[in-house]
Nanobody, 126 residues
Framework: QVQLVESGGGLVQAGGSLRLSCAAS????????MGWFRQAPGKEREYVAL????????YYADSVKGRFTISRDNAKNTMYLQMNSLKPEDTAVYYC???????????????????WGQGTQVIVSS
């Protein structure tokens, strides 16, 4: 059974940093494009950052560009999201997702990825 498990969320003051991790029990983790999404109360889920399965191409939502960094360690079957200069509007539940052979263009154009985690809460206080 495939599992994606997020960790690293919590409460932080505005301007602070958090590092989210997503541990995946995927046999061929390196063949999956990965993404971070978030959903704030009363809002739709939106993508935050994507990383392709090959070449490690990355893509960010405009709202987090320059503040967040997505990365992956295929040897550890883990994806990360380094979040700096956090703002109250970053408050949301953050989800990781996996899409087999996902490229940046394919992942941007779809919402039904292969696997999703349960989410981790991030709260940024002003």
């Amino acid at each position: 059974q495939v599992q994606l498990v997020e960790s690293g969320g919590g409460l932080v003051q505005a301007g602070g940093s958090l590092r989210l991790s997503c541990a995946a029990s995927l046999r061929t983790f390196s063949s999956y494009g990965m993404g971070w999404f978030r959903q704030a109360p009363g809002k739709e889920r939106e993508y935050v950052a994507l990383i392709s399965w090959s070449a490690g191409n990355v893509y960010y939502a405009d709202s987090v560009k320059g503040r967040f960094t997505i990365s992956r360690d295929n040897a550890k079957n883990t994806m990360y999201l380094q979040m700096n200069s956090l703002k109250p509007e970053d408050t949301a539940v953050y989800y990781c997702s996996a899409d087999h052979l996902g490229t940046i263009s394919s992942m941007i154009s779809k919402k039904d990825y292969d696997y999703w985690g349960q989410g981790t809460q991030v709260i940024v206080s002003s």
